[in-house]
């Protein structure tokens, strides 16, 4: 089994910051890209950063420049801080992680439950 759980989620006012959190635990013989989406109501997911096991990064127009992905490979954990917030940055945001369960097994991507962010004054 493998788990991907978020935290850090909450309510945060205009031009204000967060950060979240997600942990992978479980069965991993490695992981290769980890990235954040979200969605908001009544649209569809969308990319907003990922981050290779290298380091290599890539973000969303919309968040270049206010978000900033990172990653703790020995805790199989990537975060993600979220500066400058703008209400139109209101969403669920989802982690996943490209991941191998075992040294014989293909990539598979796993995806966490969500955490909510919503930003308002």
């Known amino acids: 089994q493998v788990q991907l759980v978020e935290s850090g989620g909450g309510l945060v006012q205009p031009g204000g910051s967060l950060r979240l959190s997600c942990a992978a635990s479980?069965?991993?013989?490695?992981?290769?890209?980890m990235g954040w989406y979200r969605q908001a109501p009544g649209k569809e997911r969308e990319l907003v950063a990922v981050?290779?096991?290298?380091?290599?990064?890539n973000y969303a127009d919309s968040v270049k420049g206010r978000f900033t992905i990172s990653r703790d490979n020995a805790k199989n954990t990537v975060y993600l801080q979220l500066n400058s917030l703008k209400p139109e940055d209101t969403a669920v945001y989802y982690c996943?992680?490209?991941?191998?369960?075992?040294?014989?097994?293909?990539?598979?991507?796993?995806w966490g439950q969500g955490t909510q962010v919503t930003v308002s004054a």
């Open positions: 981050i290779t096991s290298g380091g290599s990064t």
């Open positions: 479980g069965s991993i013989f490695s992981i290769n890209a």
């Open positions: 996943n992680a490209d991941l191998r369960r075992n040294a014989f097994t293909l990539n598979t991507v796993y």
